[in-house]
């Protein structure tokens, strides 16, 4: 089977750059206030933000360009490398602690997720362990049971920081690729309905995690306490209407809703943008998903098809969690919105992400 070199998809690229400009804007209407109060300086998040997005399009812009059949040779070191990572955050005093969450490692103002980057190495990674052996992935204890270890060391890892959404996010990244790997059906099925009793015990293993739960499900019940994220973000979503209250004049941004440059920040732009703004940010997501999965399925090999399919899950398992927990579908938890919402290392190795998608794209089946 031959491959054809031909032009990267431009509907991948136009719409990823789309989201990450509306981001910024996005990023600076609702931080703008936050930056003067707290650092003197109205765009203090947004040149950290560009900072960011400069280093992750560089990074896209090489894997672009980087053959992605190459990156087998590079799938086990650089796995090793993210757990070292994934392992050495949990380190008093070589890990950053903020808001109760030891999840970041770095040097001065700047700092990195191990988690982020292990999300995109262990997709690598697991494309390459899938695909390596005809036939392995349907054999449970030489296929799907190695992979079930190199998910549960990480995911313990993750919980330990604690990032519960992280976790869950990883896991359905991983059974997608073991779906597309041809796993058996009954094995498949046999992990989702194993996978419930395990997430229970991660929620409820923890105090806040089971208080977050239970305000998910009535936050007026403690509206000052656990429920208070989730009311101010329905606040902003209502007040939005259908044409929004006009960019940068957001009422919730004022204090009122918590974290709302980061993982909240589709409720201001569901406030400032209003319904059909909103829906617009959903239609570009739903595009790019639609173009990577398209990608996965015209891939010229197994490695290519899982390692799209992995990637293109991975943005859209985020998308679905973080608007879950905006507009209270779904429980609390820290995730951010890719592309857009304020965070280094999201944006950088999600771009990562969409530039070897854009490398397999450039290939076809003759």
């Given at each position: 089977?031959?491959?054809?070199k031909?032009?990267?998809?431009?509907?991948?690229?136009?719409?990823?750059?789309?989201?990450l400009?509306?981001?910024?804007?996005?990023?600076?209407?609702?931080?703008?206030?936050?930056?003067?109060?707290?650092f003197k300086?109205?765009?203090?998040?947004?040149?950290?933000?560009?900072?960011?997005?400069?280093?992750?399009?560089?990074?896209?812009?090489?894997?672009?360009?980087?053959?992605?059949?190459?990156?087998?040779?590079y799938a086990?070191?650089?796995?090793?490398?993210s757990f070292?990572?994934?392992?050495?955050?949990?380190?008093?005093?070589?890990?950053?602690e903020i808001?109760?969450?030891?999840?970041?490692?770095?040097f001065?103002?700047?700092?990195?997720?191990?988690?982020?980057?292990?999300?995109?190495?262990?997709?690598i990674?697991?494309?390459?362990?899938?695909?390596?052996?005809?036939?392995?992935?349907?054999?449970?204890?030489?296929?799907?049971i190695?992979v079930?270890?190199?998910?549960?060391?990480?995911?313990?890892l993750?919980?330990?920081?604690?990032?519960?959404?992280?976790a869950?996010?990883?896991?359905?990244?991983?059974f997608?690729?073991?779906f597309?790997?041809?796993?058996?059906?009954?094995?498949?099925?046999?992990?989702?309905?194993?996978?419930?009793?395990?997430?229970g015990?991660?929620i409820f293993?923890?105090?806040?995690r089971?208080?977050?739960?239970f305000?998910?499900?009535?936050?007026?019940?403690?509206p000052?306490?656990?429920?208070?994220?989730?009311?101010?973000?329905?606040?902003?979503?209502?007040?939005?209407?259908?044409?929004?209250?006009?960019?940068g004049?957001?009422?919730?941004?004022l204090?009122?809703?918590?974290?709302?440059?980061?993982?909240?920040?589709?409720?201001?732009?569901?406030?400032?943008?209003?319904?059909?703004?909103a829906?617009?940010i959903?239609?570009?997501?739903?595009?790019?998903i639609?173009?990577?999965?398209?990608?996965?399925?015209?891939?010229?090999?197994?490695f290519?098809s899982?390692?799209?399919?992995?990637?293109?899950?991975?943005?859209a398992?985020?998308?679905?969690?973080?608007?879950?927990?905006?507009?209270?579908?779904?429980?609390?938890?820290?995730?951010?919105?890719?592309?857009?919402?304020?965070?280094g290392?999201?944006?950088?190795?999600t771009?990562?992400?969409?530039?070897?998608?854009?490398?397999?794209?450039k290939?076809?089946v003759v």
């Amino acid at each position: 089977m031959a491959r054809r070199k031909q032009s990267p998809d431009f509907v991948i690229f136009a719409v990823a750059m789309t989201i990450l400009a509306i981001g910024m804007v996005m990023v600076y209407s609702a931080s703008s206030i936050k930056s003067e109060m707290q650092f003197k300086d109205a765009l203090y998040f947004l040149k950290r933000q560009a900072g960011w997005a400069v280093v992750g399009l560089i990074g896209m812009l090489f894997l672009m360009n980087f053959d992605y059949w190459h990156l087998r040779r590079y799938a086990i070191p650089i796995v090793v490398f993210s757990f070292f990572l994934l392992a050495i955050v949990l380190v008093p005093g070589i890990g950053r602690e903020i808001n109760g969450a030891r999840r970041w490692v770095g040097f001065g103002s700047y700092a990195i997720q191990p988690s982020e980057m292990a999300k995109l190495t262990l997709v690598i990674y697991l494309a390459h362990f899938l695909t390596r052996g005809a036939g392995r992935v349907q054999d449970f204890w030489r296929g799907v049971i190695p992979v079930l270890a190199i998910l549960g060391a990480a995911g313990l890892l993750i919980m330990g920081e604690p990032d519960l959404g992280t976790a869950v996010a990883l896991a359905g990244t991983v059974f997608l690729m073991l779906f597309v790997s041809g796993a058996r059906p009954a094995h498949l099925v046999g992990l989702a309905l194993s996978a419930l009793p395990v997430l229970g015990a991660a929620i409820f293993s923890a105090d806040y995690r089971r208080r977050r739960f239970f305000a998910f499900l009535n936050p007026w019940a403690d509206p000052s306490d656990t429920g208070y994220h989730i009311i101010q973000a329905l606040y902003a979503l209502g007040s939005g209407g259908l044409f929004g209250v006009g960019l940068g004049r957001s009422r919730q941004k004022l204090f009122y809703l918590p974290e709302a440059h980061t993982d909240f920040i589709f409720a201001i732009i569901a406030e400032e943008l209003g319904f059909i703004g909103a829906a617009v940010i959903l239609l570009l997501f739903f595009v790019l998903i639609w173009r990577g999965y398209k990608v996965a399925i015209s891939a010229p090999d197994a490695f290519a098809s899982v390692l799209a399919a992995g990637l293109t899950t991975m943005i859209a398992l985020q998308l679905i969690i973080n608007i879950g927990v905006v507009t209270a579908s779904l429980p609390i938890t820290g995730i951010p919105l890719p592309f857009i919402s304020s965070g280094g290392s999201s944006l950088v190795f999600t771009m990562m992400g969409v530039g070897i998608l854009l490398n397999i794209s450039k290939y076809s089946v003759v």
